[in-house]
């Protein structure tokens, strides 16, 4: 019943940009810090961004500037625009609902504490 499904994914050239979809079902996302996870192959799982549940936001160095998180409320959606793509930004995009009993600024350190996770979208940047 609670549910996040990712979309917006696909194969795009370096220097292009995808804008990734984060829908949320079973719950209010308003309330929730949502974040942005990324795993490539042979790499562990790595944080992106992510949005806390004041709207204060997060990012990865590797991608400051070039990725922008945001919040659609009346969606019940959470963004990822993503710019200036580069061939390592390629992996598998998940995003998750931070715990409930968490109010500060949403972590990307560590996946820990983000109870509900969708499938993830892939995202491919080739040329």
């Known amino acids: 019943q609670l549910q996040l499904v990712e979309s917006g994914g696909g194969l795009v050239h370096p220097g292009g940009s995808l804008r990734l979809s984060c829908a949320a079902s079973?719950?209010?996302?308003?309330?929730?810090?949502i974040g942005w996870f990324r795993q490539a192959p042979g790499k562990e799982r790595e944080g992106v961004s992510c949005?806390?549940?004041?709207?204060?936001?997060n990012y990865a160095d590797s991608v400051k500037g070039r990725f922008t998180i945001s919040r659609d409320n009346a969606k019940n959606t959470v963004y990822l625009q993503m710019n200036a793509l580069k061939p390592e930004d390629t992996a598998v995009y998940y995003c998750?609902?931070?715990?409930?009993?968490?109010?500060?600024?949403?972590?990307?350190?560590?996946?820990?504490?983000?109870?509900?996770w969708g499938q993830g979208t892939q995202v491919t940047v080739s040329s």
């Open positions: 079973g719950f209010t996302l308003d309330y929730s810090a």
């Open positions: 949005i806390s549940r004041s709207s204060g936001t």
């Open positions: 998750a609902r931070m715990g409930m009993g968490f109010f500060g600024l949403c972590p990307l350190s560590t996946s820990r504490g983000y109870d509900y």
